[in-house]
């Protein structure tokens, strides 16, 4: 690696942000972002004072493209093309079970749209690829930092025919006159449905994949990084300690249970919860450009925490319990919301049997109700839901509660070492995971945070 910092490296350069206005791409105070009237970037107003406007309008310039569109729907007349040194490529769509049609669309065609885009970039230092350590179809285990799958290692798996099997479904729905809500769920099924078939856990991680697939296929002599995270967490320092946006799976443990809406969960207690804070993740991007700009290669990084620093699914349900003990969610109604210690239920029969106390709990509770003609202040919908919450956590974030895999990180540590060698002066991007001390992590930044910005 050159003997070049990550704020050196970004001087002077014009940056193509993909999906600026999402959690990760504006958790970094030196990328391109135009949603300034965020808390996140109160430090750089302080530090510009009465000129921040001026130096954001001279720095940010907000692009209505679309990167599920060739050329990222840009016109033809569109001449920025030729002044981008770098792309960094965030935008996707981060829902597990979203319809197929979008994912597909942005995640997987999306992906060599945007390679597509950076061949016509005459400067370009670098692509960055913004993946996700859950393209692995394994759950246990050591996971390299190599390529899951090419398109060729699976049988039978062809982009274009899921292209077109979405596609005539789609026209199929429309001409039966199908319901938007029909034609979601549908989308959404043959998501999960067509995943499931080639061995992913669910549409995102599949989707996703695929685009890495198509990177690796028509990447050329690009100089390619995939950066692959695991789960982003709150902000550990930069710019700000305790800032969080995106409701991902561990931010929803917090919520469900914080609220009081669930108190027993389908998981194992030692699953690995890979999680890593995002400036963190920003700093390895920044360092990961730096590295390998004008070299024509694909690298992977794994971005997370579980080879160095690994964080047991217990701990975190602990600190929750730690949190919402001292410090109850209030309610709507203005009453603070109680919790019990969470219960990690490990056997599919034993979580089944809860369910259906649960269940039957509901149904004696309805019978007194009627029975009664409504005098007992019964809260059934309460239970409902509660039911329906423990169902639906078990069925969306099962893979990830029964994780135990290991996601090496030799190449993001060899950026980490290189880094070090260089003696950057102070001016390091930490990404190292050895350094947090998840107790005071949780306790302190994430689940606060996650109760500031998400509850
Ligand atoms: N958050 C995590 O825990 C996590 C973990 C691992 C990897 N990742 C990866 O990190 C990246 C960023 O995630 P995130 O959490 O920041 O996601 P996010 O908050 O959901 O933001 C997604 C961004 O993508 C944009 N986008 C969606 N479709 C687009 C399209 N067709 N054209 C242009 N922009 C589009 C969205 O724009 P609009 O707001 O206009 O829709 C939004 O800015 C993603 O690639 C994700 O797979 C995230």
Redesign the pocket.
Known sequence: MEAENGVEFLCNKTLLV????????KGDDLSLIYIIAKELFQVLREVHGAKFDSFISKKVAPID????LINLGLNDDNEIYKEIDVIIH?????KFQERYNLSLE?NTL?AKNVLQYAKTCPKLQILLH????YVCRQKAGLIPETLCKTLSDIVGLNIEVEKKLVDNKLNDLARKGASTKKIRDTMKSLGQKRANMYGWVNTYAFT?AMGEMLIWEHKEDLPIVIVR????GSTYKEPFPCWI??V?SISMLSIVYGKGLTHFTHADSNAIIDMIPVDMVVNSIIMGMVANANKPCLTIYHVGSSMRNPLALHKLVENNYRYFNNNPWIDAQGMPVNIKKALLVKGRLHFSMLLVRDILKLMVLKIVDGASCHKFNVNQEKLEFQIKVSATMAMVFRHYLFFVGIFDDENTEKLRRAMSKEGMDGKVLNFDPNCINWDDYLLNNHIPATVKYLF
Not at 18 to 25: E, H, I, K, N
Not at 65 to 68: F, N
Not at 90 to 94: G, K, Q, Y
């Open positions: 993909t999906g600026a206005t999402g959690f990760l791409a493209g679309d990167t599920s965030s935008a996707a769509v981060t942005i999306g913004v993946s996700t350590a996703k995270p695991t789960m982003i946006e995106s991902g």
